[in-house]
């Protein structure tokens, strides 16, 4: 019989979570950045190990703030902790134990989790064994420890093996030759999004979105059409840049991104739309496909 089931990917903001699991995948999937709570909502990545199916849940990063975007995004953490077979929590190596006391505070159904010890590779391996003794104060809580080098390739099968064995036997939930349930639209979109992020400096890209207007496959062309939400006026000008040039350097990297996802050629066309406060207010964040009961 296989095993399947649901694994949540938590941690505190820019632990790792979207690059460990483009690197288990095997593609890149889920959006990477290096600054913090880039990622807003919840994303399938399914794994195939051997004959087992793992549903990987990539979540936003625990914190606790009063912006109204970010507690959604904690909402969508703390939901799909509880609703998942295992969690694998990601601890930073360098990171004190409070995060992951936190984490424990609100894995309010005890669900079962493993901890991942994630960049490990500016450190030696005394500083890792280290770490991992501190964490052996709350050993009864945990199901293992696995550092995790993605850098130094750390084989993907420890952490797939680990995390099969506490997988519930069930058949596949999905399509085994699936990598994601995301719609390529919400993909493309979430590129466009990291440009932005690796493109625009401070606070600019956590006040912006891009919903994708269309996408029309031509031949070997895809053609899409998106605009970036910017909440002022001011920022708007910032997007687009003297003479275009921020605009299109998030244009060209969104674009070769998209293209090495899909193998096709993409011609991408971005425009810039001011939306006042739309982090701030429930209607601002649902007319950006944000479903806020909050």
């Known amino acids: 019989m296989t095993k399947c089931g649901y694994v949540s990917v938590v941690g505190r903001p820019n632990a790792g979570k979207s690059s460990l699991l483009n690197w288990l995948v095997g593609e890149k999937i ?11 909502k919840r994303s399938n990545i399914i794994v195939m190990h051997e004959d087992d199916q793992i549903v990987f849940v990539d979540t936003p990063g625990i914190h606790e703030t009063e912006k109204l ?9 703390l939901k799909a902790m509880g609703d998942c077979d295992l969690i694998l929590f990601l601890a930073p190596v360098t990171d004190k ?15 079962k989790h493993i901890l991942l010890l994630t960049k490990i590779d500016n450190v030696t391996n005394e500083e890792v064994l280290e770490k ?21 390739a750390t084989t993907h099968a420890n952490i797939l093996d680990d995390v099969v064995k506490h997988l519930p036997e069930h058949p596949y939930l999905f399509d085994p030759e699936i990598l994601t349930t995301e719609h390529l639209r919400d993909i493309f979109k979430e ?12 606070e600019i890209p956590y006040e912006t979105d891009v919903l994708v207007n269309k996408v029309e496959e031509k031949d070997n062309l895809d053609v899409i059409k998106a605009t970036i939400i910017v909440q002022k006026g001011t920022q708007k000008g910032m997007i687009i840049g003297k003479g275009a040039t921020a605009i299109k350097r998030i244009g060209k990297d969104a674009r070769l991104k998209i293209e090495n996802l899909t193998g096709r050629k993409c011609y ?9 406060g739309w982090t701030k ?6 007319d950006l496909g944000y479903d806020v009961t909050l």
């Open 97 to 111: 134990l409070t995060h992951y006391e936190d984490f424990l505070v609100k894995n309010k159904k005890n669900v």
């Open 69 to 77: 975007i970010n507690k959604f995004m904690l909402d969508e953490a």
């Open 132 to 152: 991992m003794k501190e964490y052996e104060v709350y050993a009864d809580r945990y199901e293992s420890v696995i550092p995790v080098s993605i850098k130094k």
């Open 30 to 40: 889920a959006m990477v950045s290096h600054k913090a709570n880039a990622t807003r």
């Open 268 to 276: 991408l066309e971005l425009f810039v739309s001011v939306k006042k």
């Open 191 to 202: 590129f466009i999004r990291e440009s932005i992020f690796e493109n625009i400096s401070d």
């Open 281 to 286: 207010n429930k209607q601002g964040l649902k």
